[in-house]
């Protein structure tokens, strides 16, 4: 059975910190690792991570793979409170169109 | 831009009551999900479909059915409604390629049954 498992559940930190999620994966024949952010109600697309080593980044947010440990991190520098989310992450696993998600990390963010 | 529209915000059932679920994408994808988001559980696969009139059952379809008449619209139906079955509905979709696994959502739809 493929596992997702993010850690932690949740955190609170304050305005201008620097944070780490983390998220590790048990999947069959592995293809990618997907970061989503959800703040309200829609999740939005991140990052979609394939290779090993490789950040992806995009303004505060950056996130990187590894294939060997199975797990990736998503870091957030300079947090502010628009950053507060739940934060999830997935992988497609042994079916094609099925994404497995962890349970998620809630982010507060906090002046 | 992508849109997944969901019919309803919030919806408030009575038990034993059928429930429509409506969603609509409007990127002419193929595929289409619906996941029910509970905490401390994450989101979880109900059904999906990878073309019209075509469904796979994902990780927990009891009580659920589903129906895709049309390429853009995915219906998710609740025969007759429960309690357990009070959630947030997602819905998404994504396009026949080889980062299908990329979805797109809709807003939601949290659904209360009494």
């Known amino acids: 059975e493929d596992k997702v498992v993010q850690s932690p559940l949740s955190l609170v930190v304050h305005e201008g910190d620097t944070v780490t999620l983390n998220c590790s994966y048990e999947?069959?024949?592995?293809?990618?690792l997907l970061w989503y952010k959800q703040e309200k109600k829609a999740p939005t697309f991140l990052f979609m991570l394939?290779?090993?080593?490789i950040e992806k980044k995009s303004g505060r947010l950056s996130s990187i793979l590894d294939k060997k440990e199975l797990f990736s991190i998503l870091n957030i520098t300079a947090t502010q409170t628009g950053d507060s989310a739940i934060y999830l992450c997935?992988?497609?696993?042994?079916?094609?169109?099925?994404?497995?998600f962890g349970k998620g990390t809630k982010l507060s963010v906090i002046p | 831009d992508v849109k997944v529209t969901q019919s309803s915000r919030y919806l408030v059932k009575r038990t034993g009551e059928k429930v429509f679920l409506e969603c609509v994408q409007d990127?002419?994808?193929?595929?289409m999900f619906w996941y029910r988001q509970d905490p401390g559980l994450g989101l979880r696969l109900i059904y999906f479909s990878y073309d019209v009139k075509m469904k796979e059952k994902g990780d927990i379809p009891e009580g659920y059915s589903v129906s895709r008449e049309k390429k853009e619209r995915f219906s998710l139906i609740l025969e007759s409604a429960s309690t357990n079955q009070t959630s947030m509905y997602l819905c998404?979709?994504?396009?026949?390629?080889?980062?299908?696994?990329?979805?797109?959502f809709g807003s939601g739809t949290q659904l209360s049954v009494l």
């Open positions: 998404a979709s994504s396009p026949w390629s080889d980062s299908n696994e990329k979805l797109f």
């Open positions: 997935a992988s497609p696993g042994a079916g094609s169109y099925q994404l497995t």
């Open positions: 394939t290779s090993s080593g």
């Open positions: 990127m002419d994808h193929e595929n």
């Open positions: 999947v069959t024949n592995f293809r990618s």
